[in-house]
């Protein structure tokens, strides 16, 4: 019989600009301690409105401290499918214009998964976004947000504990509320692709961040209720080393 430890993650609840600094200062800490003993940093990366504060904060620090990202990998969570990477409303698009092109890293070190994949190729594409994941030595924090239905990157209520990088369904609610970045809900992809829970699980240290009152029910469900497939963020209670990092309205629902 497997047993299964759950520990709760850690909670940090602070104004948003706080938590941006709090978690851009952790990364830059990171990076530098790590660079210094000649290890790769392994960025696990998600986009959303929640982490732009955050990269923001990022560039002003690597540009305070001149920091090098030349052992700096990433790999994002996710990516719409299908999709041009140049589409405005890509993850591509989306990581470019608000990180990578303002910090000094090779765009050969940044990953994100393709969307415009032919259906036919993208298991094995997949397979191989976990080959680059472990290859790079592993993620070494991952930073993720979290939906309304308690989605963490692309993997909606239902994700097995132990799904991998793969095409999944988005739900009705996550394809409501990307609908404005469209221009209507009919426009949005119906698929994407997505790192799986065990994917991120795997990461050495797991950082969520949530702001936003439509958030706090997910966020109680995510820390008070029990790990399970129906609030995917929940898994992170089986993490030995999670992080939750809230704003005042997103913690509003905890007891
Ligand atoms: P948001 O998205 O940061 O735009 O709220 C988060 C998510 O759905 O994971």
Known sequence: METITQKRPAVVVAENEVLARTVAAEIANLIQARN???LSTVLGLAT??????LYQELIRLAQQ???DFSRVVTFNLDEYYPLESDSPQSYHYFMYK???SHIPIAATHTHVPDGTL?????ASYC??????????????IQILGIGENGHIGFNEPGAERESRTRLVTLSDTTRRNAADDFGGETNVPREALTMGIATILEAQKVVLLASGARKARAVQQALAGPVSADVPASYLSLHPNATVYLDPAAASQRR
């Open 127 to 140: 397979a191989e976004y976990e080959q680059k994941i472990r290859q790079a030595g592993g993620i070494t």
């Open 98 to 100: 608000h990180l990578f």
């Open 48 to 53: 959303g409105k929640t982490p732009i504060l």
């Open 65 to 67: 401290r001149t920091l």
């Open 118 to 122: 032919a259906r036919a190729d993208i």
């Open 36 to 38: 210094a003993a000649g």
